[in-house]
């Protein structure tokens, strides 16, 4: 069950080289909140160090904007791609630092992880997991951004949220029997006279 936290704000990031997707979540008591979800546009810089500083940079002023307790980063996942794998290693350690130099503690989660954790399913699409984030959330579609990779790093924030104690969903029950053989308390009341 969860310990309702007074505040936290937590700060999910899809790295990227080319766009790297944010997004801000506030939790007071039990519900989150989101606060801002975008995209760190880089695909104009085409010198990969003066990407890494933008990375830097940007995700310095939106911890600087939001002021998160934590951050919930997505981990690279291993590609046949093995210079595509470094670039995007080089972006997510970049944002990483850019926490840690703040004193922002970092959460790393594997995509795998962020699926199941929103949708149940670790091979969701992201397609399935920002429409999940937006019923969950509350969100309107005009609100979602053009881009997945902002609702991918909503996802991570969600993600740390669940870790961190949410409420869980409601116990799964095999039937009628298995809810008495639970809940006992609650059957012997209902059945006294």
């Known amino acids: 069950m969860i310990q309702p936290v007074k505040e936290k704000i937590i700060l999910g990031i ?8 944010y997004g801000v979540l506030k939790v007071t008591g039990v519900r989150p909140e989101v606060l801002t979800l975008g995209v760190i546009d880089l695909r104009k810089l085409t010198d990969p160090y003066l990407k890494l500083r933008e990375i830097y940079e940007r ?14 980063i997505e981990a690279p996942f ?3 791609n093995v210079q595509s794998m470094l670039k995007l290693g ?10 840690l130099c703040r004193d922002v503690p970092v959460h790393e989660y594997a995509p795998l992880k962020i699926k199941m954790a929103i949708t149940g399913n670790g091979q969701a699409s992201k397609e399935q997991v920002a429409d999940m984030l937006r019923r969950m959330l509350h969100l309107r579609q005009e609100d979602m951004g053009d881009f997945l990779d902002a609702t991918d790093a909503l996802g991570a924030a969600y993600c740390h949220y669940l870790q961190m104690g949410a409420p869980s969903l409601p116990t799964a029950y095999r039937g ?3 809810y008495i053989a639970k ?4 059957i012997t009341t209902i059945i006294k006279p």
């Open 14 to 21: 899809d790295p990227g080289t080319n766009i790297m997707g």
């Open 90 to 99: 080089r972006a997510q350690g970049v944002a990483i630092v850019a926490a």
């Open 176 to 178: 009628w029997k298995d």
């Open 78 to 80: 291993f590609g046949k």
């Open 59 to 72: 995700v310095q002023r939106i911890i600087s904007s939001y002021l998160p307790d934590e951050l919930a």
């Open 183 to 186: 809940h006992p308390e609650k």
